[in-house]
């Protein structure tokens, strides 16, 4: 069962389960009422358990905080059990027989693990396996806790039906005690008493377990090893059953896990009972009282107890010996004899009651009765020795010999040598005796008489008039049945009960009536109303007659099936009136007899009931089709006409072209799309649909009409010979050719219109770039700057525009003006250019320093991004000038005895227009100045030290740059 352990889950379940409990009394109203079991109700306090456990004893003195002794894999056998009145009790050591299992028990579908039987050595065994019975009979058959059934959640053994019965060899002791034991005592049982047929006892009470009062702690080593096996002991005195009990059927209500054990007194007395004892005969030993007897839960041994007769049968019937035999005097009247016996030791005992059964031994015929609902007689209509006995048990053909003595109707009725009543066909209606015999064939002078009473219904014939109505003359064959109508014993007749023969033809000639009662005519009769006459037969009792009449009318009917034409559009069904222009001259036409003979090749028909068609054309099919179809003057099919069906399916004519304005645009240039629908069908086209989904490279801007949601157009009604246009402006959105498709249906119809290809080409700009140094003169060491200009002649914005800018050898970067942020790898100055609107120019500076005497050249590109294409001629500038040498020496050495470097001299000076040298001591003092600087200082006078010069130099443009520094003289 579940897992729930808390006392207030355990409540709700007992309560949930008194429905159940409801509705078992329902089920079985023959019992008395049901009483509750729980460990405070009907119940047996229990004081103390004794258990035996690998050979050493084990004491539990209270109800709860019991703990799972060691070890684990071995069997809890309870020894004995003390009760709250101090009474001794052992479990029995009688085995009770599994019988009427559950159908769950062994079924495939039902998992292994759902009903197991748990055994304490560790070993568990699915109730799909073989030695599934004979395990759970060794479970209830010992008092180990361990051991017992468990039943798991469903599908298991459904709630609220039996689990299995078990049965006793003897009645059970309700002087003893029941022990229920159940895991973590969370689950319901109901426990019904079962009689000597294994049947339960009417009257008897059925018992609910509800609640436990023993907590033993004791659990599986691992089947759920947190839930403990809680008991429950209680007297089978409650079934309160008026007859002995010799089996209990459990009911799982709610799929318990546990097992139900018999306990005894220390000393138990075991009612006996011996069955169908010869009068005549009598027998020595029929019973021995002290074989189910029992001591401290064992055997008992005649030889440990005192044996007092306290009620004896009756003088001249049976006798008990000392050594517990019963005796049966010879010729001993029939009838139950009764005695109470008392066993003890000490000062225990207990009594018991002996009844024997002493019959007369000899066959009893008992009479029946049979009815036949007719004369058709029957195999086997009763065996007259179901209800006999032989000896007091049912009598068997192999034990008697059966005869007849009388029977009233030899030729219909017969008794077989099993004892079965056969019935021959044409039996009349009446009543029959036949008197049989049965003797026992072991002492066939012991012979009994009975009767079997036979009551064969009349067979009553009824023969109902018929009306066939008006009945075409130009037709030969049958025209209708006169037996369908006709009774026997007022149901309708089956085939073979009756038969049918003409009586008068009212002057017809060539008119027949079939034994089976088809009535047939010629061709050509006269005009007029008939009446015939036919009788009725009972097939197995010709006697047996009843007429009836024929009635009908001649009529000259006149049919005619008309061809028909139909015209339909394609993919359109239509539904045709087939009746519409056919004849008959008697009424209306039987819509009923409407059957196509042919079926159309190139689409389908769907009969209607009111006698109409729905033909429905193959997709897409158009061209002409037919069928064929059949009427009749009724439903025999006797007198029918035929007529085609002639079908024209209108082909869908539409015409569309799709054509573009321009075949090239450049990118962000403009296309119109014309999509222009003809319909040159001869009906209207309704629900077009058109949807043109643009290629990449193209951008819908808008439509005339607007498309209904996206890229989709609906067009409810094209009439025939209507001209629909749809007019598409898309833009360019990058380069390549692009193919617009326009795709049409119609229901099942489809079609593509192709545009020719468009080229999207680049956009046409003008760019233009300028670059200049300002033609400034450059000396070696120098710093300037490049100025580049880039200008949008063209008409548009202009986007995305690279410029690069790679210096030469004996240039060195150093800065960058303008709004771009430049890359700088290496010589090589690249930016882009967001965005020039037209007309207007950038302009960007970098700045360099001279690292190298000679012509420099210096270049700058520009690009346009793929998707335009620069027109103009100047996309790259380019800038040369002239870097010359100018060098002031940090050092000179006048008067040395080389000759070299003896005066300040600086290298280029004669370049410029002006220079104007000015040198200064250490203190400030003016030592040297010059006007016009011709390379002549040579510190004359002055001593070796520093100096510090100004020179300021007047280039040819008029410009003016100064250097300052200091010179080293050395002498």
């Known amino acids: 069962m579940g897992y729930l352990t808390l006392d207030r889950q355990r409540v709700f379940f007992y309560s949930l389960l008194t429905v159940l409990a409801l509705a078992l009394f329902m089920v079985f109203p023959g019992f008395a009422q049901v009483v509750t079991v729980t460990g405070e109700e009907n119940n047996i306090d229990i004081q103390q358990v ?31 059990i ?89 009645p059970v002791v309700t002087s003893g005690y029941l022990l229920y034991t159940e895991r973590d005592g969370n689950s319901a049982t109901d426990f019904i008493a079962l009689g000597r047929d294994g049947e339960p006892i009417e ?30 002991l209680f007297s089978p005195a409650i079934f309160e059953s008026d007859e002995p009990i010799h089996g209990i059927r459990i009911i799982a209500v709610n799929e318990p896990d546990g097992k139900l054990v018999f306990f005894v007194n220390a000393i138990s007395a075991t009612p006996d009972v011996a069955e169908r004892v010869n009068s005549e005969l009598g027998g020595q030993a029929v019973l021995n009282i002290f074989d189910n007897d029992e001591l401290n839960g064992l055997p008992l041994n005649p030889i440990d107890v005192q044996l007092n007769v306290i009620e004896d049968f009756p003088p001249g019937t049976a006798v008990l010996n000392p050594d517990g035999t019963v005796d049966v005097a010879p010729n001993t009247a029939p009838g139950d004899y009764t005695l109470t016996y008392e066993i003890s030791t000490g000062t225990e005992s207990d009594r018991a009651e002996v009844t024997i059964e002493v019959i007369e031994y000899k066959p009893e015929a008992f009479d029946d009765a049979a009815q036949l609902p ?136 060539g008119v027949s009536l079939s034994p089976e009662g088809a009535l047939s005519i010629p061709e050509g009769l006269p005009n007029g109303m008939y009446e015939l006459l036919y009788e009725l037969k009972e097939t197995i009792n010709p006697g047996n007659t009843d007429q009836a009449t024929i009635r009908f009318s001649l009529l000259d009917i006149q049919l005619e099936a008309n061809d028909d034409e139909v015209i339909t559009d394609q993919n359109q069904s239509v539904d045709i009136n087939l009746l519409e222009n056919d004849f008959i001259n008697t009424g209306e036409l039987l819509v009923e007899t409407l059957q196509i003979i042919s079926q159309p090749e190139n689409g389908n028909l769907v009969q209607n009931a009111d006698g109409s068609v729905t033909y429905v054309p193959n997709v897409n099919f158009s061209g002409a089709d037919s069928f064929s179809y059949e009427i009749c003057e009724n439903t025999d099919r006797q007198f029918c006409d035929q007529a085609m069906v002639s079908i024209v ?139 580049i200009r880039v200008s949008n002649n063209g008409s548009g914005a202009v ?153 300021v130099i007047t280039d040819s443009m008029g410009d003016t740059q100064t250097y300052k520094g200091w010179v080293q003289v050395v002498k």
């Open 50 to 80: 004794n258990y035996t456990i690998a050979g050493e004893e084990l004491v539990q003195v209270s109800a709860e905080g019991n703990q799972n002794p060691s070890p684990e894999d071995v069997p809890v056998v309870i020894s004995s």
């Open 82 to 170: 003390i009760t709250s009145e101090g009474r001794t009790i052992f479990a029995t050591v009688r085995t009770p027989a599994v019988s009427n299992p559950n159908q769950a028990i062994g079924n495939n579908e039902i998992r292994p693990s759902a009903i197991q039987i748990v055994r304490s050595d560790n070993t568990i065994i699915s109730h799909r396996d073989a030695t599934f019975f004979e395990n759970l009979e060794a479970v209830v058959s010992t008092p180990d806790i361990r051991s017992y059934w468990d039943i798991n959640a469903q599908p298991s053994i459904p709630r609220g039906e039996q689990f299995v019965d078990l049965i006793y060899d003897g």
């Open 203 to 232: 009257g008897a009470n059925v018992i609910e377990v509800r609640g436990f009062q023993w907590q033993t702690g004791i659990h599986h080593i691992t089947n759920v090893p947190d839930q403990s096996q809680e008991m429950v």
């Open 374 to 509: 007719d004369s058709f007689g029957q195999d086997s209509l009763l065996n007259v020795l179901d209800n006999d006995i032989l000896n007091g048990l049912p009598a068997l053909i192999e034990n008697v010999n059966l005869s007849t003595l009388s029977n009233e109707s030899p030729a219909f009725i017969s008794l077989t040598d099993d004892g079965s009543v056969d019935i021959a066909q044409g039996i009349p209606g009446g009543s029959y005796t036949l008197v049989y015999q049965i003797c026992d064939s072991a002492d066939p002078g012991k012979c009994d008489q009975a009767a079997v009473e036979i009551v064969v219904a009349p067979t009553v014939l009824d023969a109902v008039d018929d009306d066939f109505g008006n009945v075409n003359l130009n037709r030969a064959g049958i025209i209708g049945e006169v037996l369908p109508n006709d009774l026997l014993n007022g149901q309708a007749i089956t085939e073979g009960r009756a038969t049918v023969e003409l009586l008068d033809a009212d002057g017809l000639s």
């Open 649 to 787: 399916v209108r082909p869908i004519l539409l015409e569309v072209v799709k054509t573009p304005n321009v075949t090239e645009i450049p990118v962000g240039g403009m296309v119109n799309y014309n999509i222009r629908l003809t319909n040159n069908s001869a009906f209207d086209l309704q629900d077009v649909r058109v949807e043109d989904v643009l290629p990449e490279g193209l951008m819908f801007l808008s439509a005339m009409p607007e498309p209904a949601e996206n890229d989709l157009w609906l067009i409810e009604n094209i009439a025939s010979g209507e001209v629909f246009n749809i007019e598409l402006q898309v833009m360019g959105s990058s380069l390549g050719q692009v193919v617009n498709i326009a795709e049409i249906s119609i229901g099942d119809y489809s079609d593509l219109a192709q545009a020719v290809p468009v080229d999207v080409l680049p956009r046409p700009v003008d760019i233009s770039i300028s670059k200049t140094s300002f033609g400034i003169d450059i000396y070696e060491g120098n710093e300037f700057e490049y100025e």
């Open 799 to 951: 986007e995305g525009i690279s410029v690069q800018d790679e210096l030469p050898s004996g240039l060195a970067y150093l800065g960058f003006t303008g709004d771009a942020t430049p890359g700088v790898s290496g010589n090589t100055i690249s930016w882009t250019i967001a965005d020039i609107e037209a007309g207007e120019e950038k302009v960007y500076r970098i700045r360099v320093q001279a690292t190298s005497t000679g012509t420099i050249s210096n270049t700058a590109l520009l690009q346009v991004p793929a998707d335009q294409v620069n027109l103009s001629p100047v996309q790259e500038a380019t800038d040369t000038n002239q870097v010359s040498s100018f060098f002031i020496p940090n050092v000179i050495t006048p008067g040395t005895l080389d000759g070299k470097n003896d005066t300040f001299e600086i290298r280029g000076i004669g370049r410029f227009s002006q220079s104007r040298l000015t040198i200064m001591n250490r203190n400030g003092d003016h030592v040297f100045a010059s006007e016009d600087y011709q390379n002549d200082w040579a510190a004359e006078g002055l001593n070796g030290g520093s100096y510090y010069y100004v020179l």
